[in-house]
């Protein structure tokens, strides 16, 4: 074995054996030396892809990628993988960049076709998007991704809805990607006015789901009690204070209360830039190992300011580092409120915005979304209403513990009075209100999540009072939420 190589085999296992110890900063450190030795790990550059990404280092994963690709450039496969990180990372010119090189016949494959109208999708580029998904289905009819892709586009004409109507009829494995195709169906019956039959196909979707993704309420409730039991005022108050002097904004809610929406308008501020669902919060608090009152003490005992201070300037770095820009980063990351502790407690110049919507408008909307990952509670209506009133719990709590660093908004009201509603967001992040916030339509931000087409679509009531539409169905989730009272 040559130097370089015992070398490289060094780096690779110092870094693994310091993800597993959750020592991010260390983990970094190895992961860059890799890159920089010009390491030669071929493939295995993929598995450096991943580490990085749960790690929030854009540029190293951006990097590790590269490697992978810059090898074999005419392979059509790897530059559709390379494109596809690329998208992902929010880099959106570079992936179409790269899939612009490819020939024509590679270029009008059902892959790359598809991948062309998902970036297509997240820069508000409604049509291009239509085209290359209707593409994808051309050549391959049954295109899962694509057609829910499609389907979440706004309306689709009645011939695909009748293609769609007869592709979920043909025999296929009920694995979980085929939930996705249901999800589909629900959305383009929901379109056309047919509500009893999208009921039926979101139903079937999160039957499916819940096969693959098991949602435990008991597991879900205790880790919410443990947060509400013991991360007390009084605790954080006795904690070493965090000298960062990062400010950023998150938004908090659930999945489908307006977060995006919010996001975007957020964004249209000068000196506002959206990250999205990034999880940079998790990766910064990686070295706290936990979320909860015990952890946070462990830490501060072994770290004290030091190591709050470091956590915060790491989010921040990674936050820099995603944006490319100097701007105040806005985050609205899934499931902020079981990390809200530490969190806070590292940034204490972060504000926090909690949007909130009616509860019954905002479980129907969950129900009718497939989400690629994680969020199983999703899938069944009860567990819906179960999750829902636990959250409600938790922030009450938080509310309490950060009584002047959150403020609670109504998406209702946001989508009736923008300009009310988001001069006091403005004060309360410490911002002038700028008109451009109240039309959320000329956003420039991508959005890769499940609100792609309704939040580049501006103001609109439409989506208020949409559980009414489906009438006794919504009464699994009406009692378990009136039941966690």
Request: net charge negative; glycine share 8%.
């Amino acid at each position: 074995m040559t130097d370089q190589a015992s070398r490289t085999k060094q780096l690779a296992n110092s870094l693994l054996t310091k993800f597993k110890a959750r020592d991010r900063d260390g983990a970094a450190a190895d992961m860059a030396a890799l890159l920089d030795a010009d390491s030669s790990l071929g493939p295995a550059w993929r598995n450096v892809v991943k580490l990085a990404m749960p790690l929030g280092e854009t540029s190293l994963a951006l990097v590790a990628a590269e490697r992978i690709y810059r090898d074999n450039p005419g392979d059509a496969g790897l530059a559709v993988e390379y494109a596809g990180t690329l998208a992902q990372m929010g880099q959106h010119e570079r992936a179409q960049a790269v899939l612009n090189k490819l020939g024509d016949d590679a270029k009008n494959t059902a892959p790359v076709q598809n991948l062309l109208g998902v970036i297509a999708a997240e820069r508000g580029e409604f049509d291009a998007a239509r085209r290359h998904l209707e593409a994808t289905l051309e050549s391959r009819p049954g295109a899962r991704s694509a057609w829910f892709a499609l389907a979440s586009l706004g309306p689709v004409s009645e011939a695909l809805r009748e293609r769609l109507e007869r592709e979920v009829q043909k025999p296929m494995a009920e694995d979980e990607p085929a939930a996705s195709l249901y999800y589909a169906l629900g959305k383009a019956r929901d379109d056309a006015g047919d509500y009893e039959g999208a009921f039926n196909a979101y139903r079937k979707a999160g039957g499916i789901l819940q096969i693959y993704r098991a949602h435990d309420r008991r597991v879900d409730a205790a880790g919410a009690d443990v947060l509400m039991r013991d991360t007390t005022a009084e605790l954080m108050d006795d904690l070493a204070l965090s000298a960062s002097t990062a400010d950023p904004i998150f938004i908090l809610g659930l999945p489908r209360s307006g977060t995006t929406l919010l996001t975007q308008m957020l964004s249209r501020h000068p000196r506002l830039g959206a990250l999205g669902e990034v999880n940079f919060a998790q990766a910064a608090l990686m070295p706290v190992k936990g979320f909860d009152a015990q952890a946070m003490t462990a830490f501060d005992t072994d770290q004290g300011s030091e190591g709050w201070t470091r956590v915060g300037d790491t989010y921040r770095r990674l936050a820099a580092d995603r944006l490319g820009a100097p701007l105040r980063s806005v985050d609205k990351s899934l499931s902020l409120s079981r990390l809200l502790g530490p969190l806070a407690q590292a940034l204490p110049r972060a504000r926090f915005i909690h949007i909130q919507r009616d509860a019954g408008d905002n479980a129907m909307s969950c129900f009718r979304t497939y989400f690629a990952q994680g969020l199983p509670w999703t899938a069944a209506l009860g567990d819906i209403g179960h999750h829902f009133r636990t959250e409600e719990k938790l922030m009450a709590h938080w509310k309490a513990v950060l009584p002047n660093r959150i403020l609670t908004i109504s998406y209702e009201e946001l989508v009736s009075a923008p300009e009310s509603v988001l001069t006091r967001v403005a004060d309360h992040i410490g911002e002038a209100y700028v008109p451009e916030m109240a039309d959320p339509s000329g956003a420039t931000a991508t959005v890769n999540t499940a609100s792609v087409f309704q939040s580049r679509q501006g103001l609109n009531r439409g989506s208020i009072g949409i559980h009414e539409r489906y009438g006794a169905h919504t009464k699994a989730f009406f009692d378990a939420y009136a039941a966690e009272r």
